[in-house]
T-cell receptor
Framework: DAGVIQSPRHEVTEMGQEVTLRCKPI?????LFWYRQTMMRGLELLIYFNNNVPIDDSGMPEDRFSAKMPNASFSTLKIQPSEPRDSAVYFCASSLGQKDSPLHFGNGTRLTVT | GDSVTQMEGPVTLSEEAFLTINCTYT??????LFWYVQYPGEGLQLLLKATKADDKGSNKGFEATYRKETTSFHLEKGSVQVSDSAVYFC??????????????FGQGTILTVHP
């Protein structure tokens, strides 16, 4: 079991640039979640998918944020244009999608926007 | 909506001390309850879970009991170690049929254990 794989681990970019974060969930998991973690706001759920379909994107902060899941083994979170306040650690997690199914987290992408 | 309140940290203990981190939640329906741990520079890892009232989840010396009457899921460990220093998160699952396993996380409690 390779676990949830996120890339890149670190991303430093300038304000206004496009940023794409990538996630490969655990094989067989049908739910995928994107979270953002900051000191001030803690862990925030941005969006989640089930069977590749977005279920709830109410946590996406602005139209600058978008997420896709083109197939069961890949998802992206894109920020365009990026701003300094987007600096955070972004986590992807996957699960079997049941009430008692634990989430399995990747190691996160630390994004710094200067 | 669902919510969770955790004991505020940081919590600082000496090695071999007793640990309690309080967690209470509000939820519609009948959620499953989870504790996660996050070590520096890593993602969250499942520590333990309980899926019904009076269930006790346990792992690595940590325990928590699902108390439906008080809507609580307090984390305990009898004797902490320096290696337990981390951030701990309580999380109820959403019990709704369309939640697909979504978890609502508490704000996290920082634990530091000194030798």
């Amino acid at each position: 079991d390779a676990g949830v794989i996120q890339s890149p681990r670190h991303e430093v970019t300038e304000m206004g640039q496009e940023v794409t974060l990538r996630c490969k969930p655990i094989s067989g998991h049908n739910s995928l979640f994107w979270y953002r973690q900051t000191m001030m706001r803690g862990l925030e759920l941005l969006i989640y998918f089930n069977n590749n379909v977005p279920i709830d994107d109410s946590g996406m902060p602005e139209d600058r944020f978008s997420a896709k899941m083109p197939n069961a083994s890949f998802s992206t979170l894109k920020i365009q244009p990026s701003e300094p306040r987007d600096s955070a650690v972004y986590f992807c997690a996957s699960s079997l999608g049941q009430k008692d199914s634990p989430l399995h987290f990747g190691n996160g992408t630390r994004l710094t926007v200067t | 909506g669902d919510s969770v309140t955790q004991m505020e940290g940081p919590v600082t203990l000496s090695e071999e001390a007793f640990l309690t981190i309080n967690c209470t939640y509000t939820a519609t329906g009948y959620p499953s309850l989870f504790w996660y741990v996050q070590y520096p520079g890593e993602g969250l890892q499942l520590l333990l879970k309980a899926t019904k009232a009076d269930d006790k989840g346990s792992n690595k010396g940590f325990e928590a009991t699902y108390r439906k009457e008080t809507t609580s899921f307090h984390l305990e460990k009898g004797s902490v170690q320096v290696s337990d220093s981390a951030v701990y998160f309580c999380a109820p699952s959403n019990a709704g049929g369309t939640s697909y396993g979504k978890l609502t996380f508490g704000q996290g409690t920082i634990l530091t254990v000194h030798p």
